[in-house]
């Protein structure tokens, strides 16, 4: 049974890159032809979609990703160098991207989630 | 793009049904059979409850089904249960996009 975790540094300070990780466990990412994507949630308010990558089977192309329009010039999504784990990277951040930050299998559908980790931004 | 829009809470009673509509525009919703419906306690991850605007995965209890009409998507909940009560997202694929809607909060009273 495929679960998620994600896992990173809880604080951030303004203005620098935040950096998560999610790992796969029971699986593979390109064990088949998955999307995966990342999903925050600021504290008392709704989901907010990050952006989403592609794999299919054994290949992973770093084309193939798709990115929220309003986080686009910010935001990178890869796999990591395990094959069992993908990325999260957002620059220049600010007290706005305070929030729970998931990772998900899924496009638009997504069945399996992360827990969520918290992080902060804050001096 | 915009974030779908939900009523911000509905309510009803044990055994009762209620509905929580998810409007979009035809770049969404109305674009795609795409929609899906999850459901979040506090302090959870969300929990997939409809796929594909109708489509309900395995262990998910059979008063829960989804519709869609144009660019609104409704989830339908009947026969009410205390364990219901929760917050309730909707979400569509928008081609280079995906898009949640603002939450429900769902009320058992």
């Known amino acids: 049974q495929v679960q998620l975790q994600e896992s990173g540094p809880g604080l951030v300070k303004p203005s620098q890159t935040l950096s998560l990780i999610c790992t796969v466990s029971?699986?593979?990412?390109?064990?088949?032809?998955?999307?995966w994507s990342w999903i925050r949630q600021p504290a008392g308010q709704g989901l907010e979609w990050i952006g989403r990558?592609?794999?299919?089977?054994?290949?992973?192309?770093?084309?193939?990703?798709n990115y929220n329009p309003s986080l686009k010039s910010r935001v990178t999504i890869s796999i990591g160098t395990s094959k069992t784990q993908f990325s999260l990277k957002l620059i220049s951040v600010t007290a706005a991207d305070t929030a729970v930050y998931y990772c998900?299998?899924?496009?638009?559908?997504?069945?399996?989630w992360g827990q969520g980790t918290m992080v902060t931004v804050s001096s | 793009q915009s974030a779908l829009t939900q009523p911000r809470s509905v309510s009803g009673s044990p055994g009762q049904s209620v509905t929580i509509s998810c409007t979009g525009t035809?770049?969404?919703?109305?674009?795609?059979?795409?929609v899906s419906w999850y459901q979040q306690h506090p302090g959870k991850a969300p929990k997939l409850m409809i796929s594909?605007?109708?489509k309900r995965p395995s262990g998910v209890p059979d008063r829960f089904s989804g519709s869609k009409s144009g660019n609104t998507a409704s989830l339908t909940i009947s026969g009410l249960q205390p364990e219901d009560e929760a917050d309730y997202y909707c979400?569509?694929?928008?081609?280079?996009?995906?898009?949640f809607g603002g939450g429900t909060k769902l009320t058992v009273l």
């Open positions: 594909d605007v109708t």
């Open positions: 035809s770049s969404d919703v109305g674009g795609y059979d795409y």
């Open positions: 029971g699986g593979s990412i390109t064990s088949g032809d998955y999307y």
């Open positions: 979400c569509s694929y928008a081609g280079s996009y995906t898009v």
């Open positions: 990558m592609y794999t299919s089977g054994r290949t992973y192309i770093s084309g193939n990703t």
């Open positions: 998900a299998r899924g496009s638009d559908t997504f069945d399996i």
